[in-house]
């Protein structure tokens, strides 16, 4: 098999050796005689898993006992309209207004879809900026008695990374789209209400949604959320309430295992550090390439560059291509490149493609 590099934002890069362990067990789970996908979610089998998945993720994220997890579907995009069903029937003012900060492309989706349930407060908006930074807490216009603060940790395709935790008065939950760089770092998970994560950047495949809810967050639901989307039943169903998306639940199970036993989150972090140190720097070397973010807003985990000369665009992708560092194109609404460096990338992966750089540059 030719060595190639996938720089996808997502579905992205999973670890080889969970690849390779899915493979193993494809056709006999331990000796059961089936594959995880003909399982019954009932079963021992695949209840073991869950129970496995869902305690190795306690300990990755050092997730403290008042915390439920929970494994749905539906997506980050689903989650945007689950969280203010399962959210605004507990605001203390009707009709209930949800506080965000705009940060780009899906803090903006958050938004319109949470639109349609509430009365929506944009604190702050890094828009005229054109998505560069985020701004400082010292300057959000937060509502008195909001619902709760919806932000976006990390913004997959403008690239621009929380580097705080915001810090509200009152006890206003926050709740944090964490789907592009869940477990890249560590994160004091009892600073926010509810964690949310599409699971094909940095988990595993798609089809999983990751919800980390305080307790005292759950039974507030609307009478319009769907029974299988309400935290409660969710929680008290153990995420079986229906059907969960079972091959995928196992294959994030076997990813947390890998993550454990190469030193955890913090190890990670250690290396994504490591990582975009190494790719930034040869993108600002001069501006042949040109990375547009506030250097202390820069996501670790997604670096959108643009050629100085697009109109080299085509030629650069194909020498990419040709030397096996794919999926290399920006998302189509910002154009120029993206490099997504999640965990599972190596760091021979990111080298490779900042020898690719200099090459390509002249240099
Ligand atoms: C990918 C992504 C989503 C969307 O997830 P879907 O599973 O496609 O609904 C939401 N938020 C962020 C930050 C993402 O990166």
């Keep these: 098999m030719t060595q190639i590099y996938n720089f996808s934002a997502g579905p992205a890069v999973l670890p080889k050796e969970v690849l390779q362990q899915a493979a193993d067990d494809m056709l006999d789970w331990h000796g059961s005689g089936m594959s995880v996908m003909e399982m019954s979610h009932r079963g021992p089998e695949f209840i073991s898993i869950y129970h496995d998945a869902v305690r190795d993720l306690r300990q990755l994220l050092a997730i403290p006992a008042n915390y439920r997890i929970l494994f749905l579907q539906g997506g980050g995009l689903g989650e945007n309209a689950i969280i203010p069903m399962n959210l605004l029937g507990r605001a203390a003012v009707q009709p209930a207004t949800i506080d965000f900060v705009h940060t780009g492309s899906w803090s903006g989706k958050s938004i319109k879809e949470a639109a349609r349930y509430a009365n929506v407060n944009v604190a702050a908006s890094s828009e005229p900026g054109h998505f560069t930074s985020v701004p400082p807490q010292q300057y959000w216009k937060l509502t008195r008695d909001a619902a709760y603060l919806h932000i976006c940790t990390n913004e997959t395709i403008d690239g621009v990374e929380y580097n705080f935790v915001p810090e509200l008065p009152g006890g206003t939950p926050i709740v ?6 869940i477990l890249s770092r560590t994160v004091d998970v009892s600073k926010y209400g509810v964690i949310f994560a599409g699971a094909q950047k940095n988990i595993g495949p798609a089809g999983l949604t990751v919800v980390i809810v305080r307790e005292d967050l759950l039974g507030h639901a609307l009478d319009i959320c769907p029974s299988a989307f309400n935290w409660k039943i969710v929680d008290e169903h153990e995420s079986m309430f229906n059907t969960p998306p079972t091959y995928s639940i196992y294959i ?16 990670m972090e250690k290396r994504n550090i490591e990582k975009a140190r190494l ?3 040869a993108l600002d070397v001069d501006d042949f390439y040109q990375n547009r973010v506030a250097p202390d807003c820069r996501s670790r985990m997604n670096v959108p560059f643009y050629l100085r000369d697009e109109t080299l665009n085509e030629k650069f992708l194909a020498g990419a291509k040709a030397r096996g560092l794919l999926q290399l194109k920006g998302h189509k609404s910002v154009g120029g490149m993206r490099a997504s460096i999640y965990n599972a990338m190596p760091i021979e992966g990111v080298q490779a493609l900042v020898d690719y750089l200099n090459e390509f540059a002249g240099r």
């Design 279 to 281: 790719l930034y720097a």
């Design 252 to 267: 994030a199970g076997l990813v947390f295992a890998h993550l454990l036993r190469q030193g955890g989150v913090a190890a």
């Design 176 to 181: 944090a789209d964490m789907s592009s760089h």
